[in-house]
């Protein structure tokens, strides 16, 4: 079973930068693809960002290319965002998946969800 764990959403305002962290328990197998996802009220969730975790290969949204950077740490199985030039329309619930692939900015089959981290970017 794997545990994934969100940290560092908040409040901030336009252009300012946020890093958000998830923490992987549990048989995370360096196989799995990770990456960002975020839902806003009343929208699809949207994929944000993908890492294939071996290659170090990475794929970003068009919306988020160029602000958003991912990254991973092998060793303490943490995944990063570290998002700047934050604008309002990034104000949305981000969460943290693993799975079986990437498909462009969004991680295909999904086997693991993390609970979510508010960020909200006021104008």
């Known amino acids: 079973q794997v545990e994934l764990v969100e940290s560092g959403g908040g409040s901030v305002q336009s252009g300012g930068s946020l890093r958000l962290s998830c923490a992987a328990s549990?048989?995370?197998?360096?196989?799995?693809?990770m990456g960002w996802f975020r839902q806003a009220p009343g929208k699809e969730r949207e994929g944000v960002s993908c890492?294939?975790?071996?290659?170090?290969?990475?794929y970003y949204a068009d919306s988020v290319k160029g602000r958003f950077t991912i990254s991973r740490d092998s060793a303490t199985n943490t995944l990063y965002l570290q998002m700047n030039g934050l604008k309002p329309e990034d104000t949305a619930m981000y969460f943290c998946?693993?799975?079986?692939?990437?498909?462009?900015?969004?991680?295909?089959?999904?086997?693991?969800w993390g609970q979510g981290t508010q960020v909200t970017v006021s104008s």
């Open positions: 549990g048989s995370i197998y360096s196989n799995y693809r």
């Open positions: 998946a693993a799975g079986g692939g990437c498909s462009g900015s969004r991680v295909r089959g999904v086997y693991y």
């Open positions: 890492i294939n975790r071996s290659t170090g290969s990475t």
